[in-house]
């Protein structure tokens, strides 16, 4: 049986035992392929909605998202690697708890926006992903990248990082010059999930409202920071901004400050009950940079 | 007065602060240019390196006032003035109450919280052509005693007594002591002094909820919907209609209102 | 070294049991230390989000100076080294996004060492004299 | 007045006109086709179906500084004297333009806007094929179009373009070139009826069957998968919502977004849109019912570049469309 009609077979008898009050999936786009399907169990159409479920290289977009609207419902969620990751940081952080969530993960081999391969797909170690509560079999996957291979992901940064620090200030003061603070970076991130983000706070305002350079430097600064320890490089950012500002850029920066001085990656199994990174501390953190 | 259509406000100079309450300040600002203003429109207060805010008249002619309550960058920086500091003006904009008074009617002032302000701003219009209003009574609530403003003025009010105005109080819940007034919300307290319908019109401000219980109770006593009249106080920026964000349905809230009958409230979609 | 520019400003977060009381003894003991110094009390420096460097930076500050106790003297037991992860984290993102390392500073002063926080004092205008004003977010602004 | 040039003689017609304004045309840039001003005018581009960003950009742009103030004395932001003119308009955008003139001037004139739109120069050029989320047909005027804008081009075969003067300002421009035949009328007319369009709304019966609606929740399953950006109504031609911000002194006019969570939201906390259901709610009746009540005409224009550029494909026509088959409950 295909994975599309396994997708919808769980979905079915999870709303036939109602183990579950809504379904995230994917349906067919016949523009970009794929986009998100809402199904809930309150639906008149429900059995022509599980129907539409399915999976394929076009199901880029990442439905944890998502789950923050849902609060207090069960939700079964088709989740491929890198959502995984995304639920997982979730879960670390209490935004989610797991006895309302079903995982029906599925093994992916790479998915696609506007006809090219994502740029995460090279290195993802998860293309057969190992946290989930039901696994669909992928045809022809590739195992999952070995953990030097996934170092590479930072090969990206030597450019940037060898930049004089004038260079640097030039180079990121350009792209802030082409934000338009539409905010799509931050809404489509699954772990930006507060209430009151810190661009739109006004006592202190922080960043400023206004979309000229030195407000969208800021505003870039801020939500890299934020973000530190915490983002698992779904480059649903990079992929939601209408200018193309490399925030994968700043997101790898910070994974690769926190991988090499405290140890921790983002996304494991193992980090659920553990605290975030930056909300946590050790002896031996860096020290003689402190007068 | 120039046309105000780019933005750009009347400069002003602040000429008098009275604390009303703990978080309530009433201004009172000189504008450089005669603004004329009528009970229920409202105006933008600019404060420099604050920003821009709508508020509503709480006075009925001369310099403007306006009650202002302590919560965000405007509003603090607006509580951090002195006298003599320089703000700016735009307005008067939206419709007036008076626009909704037709002859010599019974009046029922229903205030909430600070929904007070433009109910004062209609209070002193009244008592300044007395003769043309029939009986009036003024109810007006919020949650403690300390939080009611005016207080000194309302006290003069009900000693008056060619003013014929009758004050009610009310708080929501019973303080420890020194309270002789009503206790309860103000729709309860409203359904209680029993408001006669005929040939009598029914002014209430305050937060959306107590609009909302006070016109089903009134409903409930037999006013009709266009004896009720109340102002939506959406989030607005421009005040002339353009910024598209005070808009209920197709009504612009600052441009058709903010001044509505509860018919016109009605025939809004679900959307305040 | 290069002749001190006199109207640096740095902005000196000062956690107010150890660092705020150093520099607090360093005043009443008549001990000379540069006047480019604005001081803001926090109750620890744990207390400090890397938004307050980055909004004094952008404010005009040249430099900012975040300053907690030792190490084990933490009157809240782990502030201080929570700042320190946190603002070494942000150092790196600011280094990397251009903006100069000496800009950002911390050092760990407690309450009796009015000597050292003079030194720190001196150390942290010498460095950031070394890379001069601030003109990050002088154009831009239009 | 038509005249028949060829791409060289375009050029030149265009280079003429940058002598009395600024040029703004569609060029290259490394995150896709953008309007911006051109120097030279052989970055133009001609073969696109729209730019991501819109010519509302230019004259109701991201940030406008309104006035400058200090301690005791306001000073307005002097407006720049230099005219603009675009050329490379879709007769959407133009529309939209036309569409946005109306709530600018609604009683009080919006003098920011205004004084831009007014000297402004609009050169508009026909399309020759349809875009995947295009339905431009569904209002009433076709990709053709030449009523909102200046001067009209259209691109005949590979090297012969057609321009034509409409408005006044538009004819003074239009000078040196052939005189255009009825045969190149007619074969620009078939070139008109030969763009196939995917989407065809009927706009009436969704602005008639939107009053019934408001409170089904059909919203709630449509709209589940909008995120909340402002990408549709930033990079919409006719989206005019904004905010002010005051920033070093100087206050702003900025993009607002009704998709914002606080775009509504009161000082005392109480929002009337507290979720992203009633937020594309307010965008659909904006777009296909509100306007046309205190205005006439649409809001929306059909140019397709919200549901093109939307990171969750939510797609605000199938969306509209799809409140046809609500039946009455």
Known sequence: ?291 | MKNREDYIPIPAKVVALRDETLDVLTLQIKPDEKVTFRPGQFFLLSVFNAGESAFAFSNDSGDIECSVKCCGLNTQAIHRLAIGDFVGVRGPYGNSFLDFIKGKKDIYLVAGGIGTAPIRSLLQHILANRNKFGKVTLLMGARTPADLPYMDELMALRKNKKAKVDVILTVDTQPEEGWKENVGFVPVILDKIKPKTKNSLVFVCGPPIMIKFCADTLSKKGFKGDQIISTLENRMQCGIGKCGRCNIGPVYVCKCGPVFTYDDIKKMPKDM | MAKRNDDLVIAAILCKWCSYAGADLAGTSRVKYPENVRVIKVPCSGRVSPRFAIKALYEGADGVLISGCHPGDCHYSEGNMRARRRMFTFKTLTEFMGIEEERIQMSWVSASEAAKWKSVVEDVLDTVNRVGRNIIFEDGNE | MKIIVDKKGLLKFIDSIRKKYRLIAPVQKDEGLFFDAVSNTSKIVFDYINPKNTAKEFFFPIKDPILRYDSDSIEEVKKSKENIAIFGIRPCDARALSVMDKVFNWDTKDGLYDNRRKNALLIGFGCNKAGDHCFCTSFGYGPHESKDVDVMVYQLGKDEFMVLGVSKRGVGCVVSGKKASPVHESRRKELEKGIVFKKKMDVDKVYKKLDTVFDSDYWTGASFHCIGCGTCTFLCPSCHCFCMSDERNIRYRIWDSCQFACFTKHTSGHNPRPTQRERYRQRVYHKFSYYKKNFGEHLCVGCGRCTLHCPMKVDIFSIANGTLDINEK
């Open chain 1, 1 to 291: 049986m295909g994975m599309n009609e396994e997708i919808g077979r769980i979905a079915g008898d999870l709303f036939a035992k109602k183990k579950i009050d809504v379904f995230l999936g994917y349906c067919h786009d016949e523009h970009v392929g794929a986009r998100p399907i809402y199904i809930s169990s309150g639906d008149t159409d429900l059995k022509k909605k599980i129907e539409q479920l399915m999976f394929d290289e076009h199901c880029v977009m990442s439905l944890p998202g998502f789950l923050g609207r849902l609060r207090g419902e069960r939700v079964g969620i088709v989740a491929k690697g890198c959502d995984i990751k995304c639920i997982i940081g979730l879960l670390q952080e209490h935004q989610v708890s797991r006895e309302n969530l079903v995982i029906v993960a599925v093994e992916c081999d790479h998915v696609k926006w506007k006809g090219e391969e994502m740029d995460k797909c090279k290195y993802c170690d998860v293309h057969k992903p190992d946290f989930y509560d039901h696994i669909m079999k992928g045809a022809r996957v590739r195992d999952n990248v070995t953990a030097d291979k996934k170092k590479k992901i930072f090969s990206v940064l030597e450019k940037y990082e060898k930049m004089t620090s004038a260079e640097k200030l030039a180079f990121w003061k350009k792209q802030a010059k082409k934000c338009i603070r539409c905010y799509a970076c931050r809404q489509a991130c699954p772990l930006c999930f507060c209430q009151e983000c810190a661009a739109q706070q006004n006592v202190p305002k922080y960043i400023p409202d206004v979309a000229n350079e030195n407000a969208n430097y800021m505003w870039l600064m801020n939500r890299a920071y934020d973000l530190a320890g915490r983002c698992t490089g779904c480059m649903e950012c990079d992929r939601a901004c209408p200018v193309g500002i490399p925030w994968y850029l700043l997101n790898r920066k910070m994974a690769k400050t926190i991988a090499v001085n405290f140890g921790f990656v983002s996304g494991k199994k193992e980090n659920i009950g553990k605290k975030t990174p930056l909300s946590d501390w050790s002896e031996d953190d860096p020290d003689k940079w402190v007068r």
